[in-house]
């Protein structure tokens, strides 16, 4: 199932409260919608879901299918490492109207892949709606094996993966192994490129927050065979996907948005704000973006 190019894993706006500015989560949705993005992911990392309860994934859940109203795609983050947790809150995003759900790996009991394959299955068997899975090593110290997403890609229902693995072999394996009707993304902004190169569909990002129409530019200009002008385009922007992590997401990207105009407050501890060294690191890629605009 294809969600479009280039999908943002949105953040999720705070007030000085530390509770959800639903004011400031319309203005950001009407953002993205016009800056790029094809679909959201409501509640993943990037929207800080480990400090979201599920009462608040829920109700993030129903007010981005409203104001989205049909326009763009809207992918609920409903994974987490219990299986009948994950069950009950996707089974509960269902009724919100999200058009599918995403299930990061299970993380910290750090399950077998025959574990994986059977939390994958279980969880996308309880509901009717698309399933993309979710690969992040780097946070949960647990690698979904390509052959593992090869056997979830016979499930009705699992349709999509997004793989911030990094590792451009399993994207391959992934890409040739399944069928067009499996959508493989990279979860990793700098590597958008090689991986379309190697069969994946657009990106699951971050930066998409800041830079999606550069990406969405460079992603048609390698499909229509322009690949000197793609690569051009990602050396211009690769410094501000870089910058993006610099410090632990999404400090930096909502930084960004607070610097543009898009105010969506600050992180929930345990994250912290970028300190006035970070900060001006991101505005010096940010402005030498915008003067080769």
Not at 25 to 32: A, N
Not at 102 to 111: A, C, E, Q, R, S
Not at 153 to 159: F, L, R, S, Y
Not at 178 to 186: I, Q, R
């Given at each position: 199932?294809?969600?479009?190019?280039?999908?943002?894993?949105?953040?999720?706006p705070?007030?000085?409260?530390?509770?959800?500015?639903?004011?400031a989560?319309?203005?950001?949705?009407?953002?993205?919608i016009?800056?790029g993005?094809?679909?959201?992911?409501?509640?993943?990392?990037?929207?800080?879901?480990?400090?979201?309860?599920?009462?608040?994934?829920?109700?993030?859940?129903?007010?981005?299918?409203?104001?989205?109203?049909?326009?763009?795609?809207?992918?609920?983050g409903?994974g987490?490492n219990?299986?009948?947790?994950?069950?009950?809150?996707?089974?509960?995003?269902?009724?919100?109207?999200?058009?599918?759900i995403?299930?990061?790996?299970?993380?910290?009991?750090?399950?077998s892949?025959?574990?994986?394959?059977?939390?994958?299955k279980?969880?996308?068997?309880?509901?009717?709606?698309?399933?993309?899975?979710?690969?992040?090593?780097?946070?949960?110290?647990?690698?979904?094996?390509?052959?593992?997403?090869?056997?979830l890609?016979?499930?009705?229902?699992?349709?999509?993966?997004?793989d911030?693995s990094?590792?451009?072999?399993k994207?391959?394996?992934?890409?040739?192994?399944?069928?067009?009707?499996?959508?493989?993304?990279?979860?990793e902004?700098?590597?958008?490129?090689?991986?379309?190169?190697?069969?994946?569909?657009?990106?699951?990002?971050?930066?998409?927050?800041?830079?999606?129409?550069?990406?969405?530019?460079?992603?048609?200009?390698y499909?229509?065979?322009?690949?000197k002008?793609?690569?051009?385009i990602?050396?211009r922007?690769?410094?501000?996907?870089?910058?993006?992590?610099?410090?632990?997401?999404?400090?930096?990207?909502?930084?960004?948005?607070?610097?543009?105009?898009?105010?969506?407050?600050?992180?929930?501890?345990p994250?912290?704000?970028?300190?006035?060294?970070?900060?001006?690191?991101?505005?010096?890629k940010?402005?030498?973006?915008?003067?080769?605009?």
């Open positions: 199932m294809n969600f479009g190019k280039v999908v943002t894993a949105m953040v999720t705070f007030n000085e409260q530390q509770e959800i500015d639903y004011g989560l319309d203005q950001l949705i009407e953002h993205l016009e800056n993005s094809d679909g959201l992911v409501v509640a993943g990392t990037t929207g800080e879901s480990p400090t979201l309860s599920d009462e608040e994934k829920l109700a993030l859940f129903s007010h981005t299918v409203q104001k989205v109203n049909g326009r763009i795609s809207v992918i609920a409903t987490s219990q299986t009948k947790g994950s069950i009950a809150l996707s089974q509960a995003a269902e009724k919100t109207g999200v058009d599918a995403m299930l990061v790996t299970p993380y910290y009991n750090k399950p892949q025959d574990g994986l394959y059977e939390h994958f279980t969880v996308a068997d309880s509901v009717q709606l698309p399933v993309m899975l979710y690969n992040v090593p780097g946070r949960t110290s647990v690698d979904l094996a390509a052959d593992t997403v090869i056997r890609a016979a499930v009705d229902n699992i349709v999509a993966i997004k911030a990094g590792n451009m072999d994207i391959t394996e992934m890409a040739a192994q399944t069928d067009a009707s499996f959508s493989v993304y990279s979860g902004d700098a590597l958008t490129l090689p991986s379309l190169a190697v069969g994946a569909i657009g990106i699951v990002s971050v930066s998409g927050h800041v830079i999606g129409n550069e990406m969405q530019e460079m992603i048609a200009a499909e229509q065979g322009a690949v002008k793609a690569a051009s990602h050396q922007i690769l410094p501000v996907m870089q910058e993006m992590f610099a410090a632990p997401s999404p400090a930096p990207v909502k930084a960004a948005l607070n610097r543009n105009g898009v105010h969506v407050g600050g992180v929930r501890l994250l912290l704000p970028l300190n006035d060294e970070q900060l001006q690191a991101l505005n010096h940010l402005a030498l973006l915008e003067q080769v605009k």
